[in-house]
């Protein structure tokens, strides 16, 4: 079980990273996702930096569970507010931030169970 932790945990950091990436550098693809649910231009600097840190937490959760559990419980919240976006706008178009969504949730419930 604690392999499958880490190895779901190592995932989900580098899909933040590479998100706040895109963000950061505003790719083409991302700045249109953010303007199809109504993320104003100057506040996706912000959401890359919560990624960034969630995924700080991840890493830091190896070493310390407790701190791990609570960035990947910040992680869900930020997705699960990623889904309800798209959904709001009517955007169906759920395979990124939803599997995002799946993804910390299986590392929140495998660090949960691991720690």
Known sequence: ?????????????LAL???????LLRLNLQMQVMRTVGVPENLVP??????LVGAGGLVVGFAVPALGIAAAIGV??????????????????????????VLSIAA????????
Not at 1 to 13: E, G, K, R, T
Not at 46 to 51: D, N, T
Not at 78 to 101: I, K, P, Q
Not at 108 to 115: G, K
């Open 108 to 115: 929140l419930t495998l660090s949960t169970l691991t720690a």
């Open 46 to 51: 912000y959401l890359a930096v919560i990624e």
């Open 17 to 23: 990273i590479a998100s706040a990436g895109g963000k």
């Open 76 to 101: 869900v919240l930020y997705f699960v507010g990623a889904v309800a976006s798209h959904l709001r706008v009517g955007d169906w178009s759920l395979t990124s931030s939803g599997g995002m969504l």
């Open 1 to 13: 079980m604690a392999i499958a932790s880490v190895i779901v945990s190592a995932v989900l950091i």
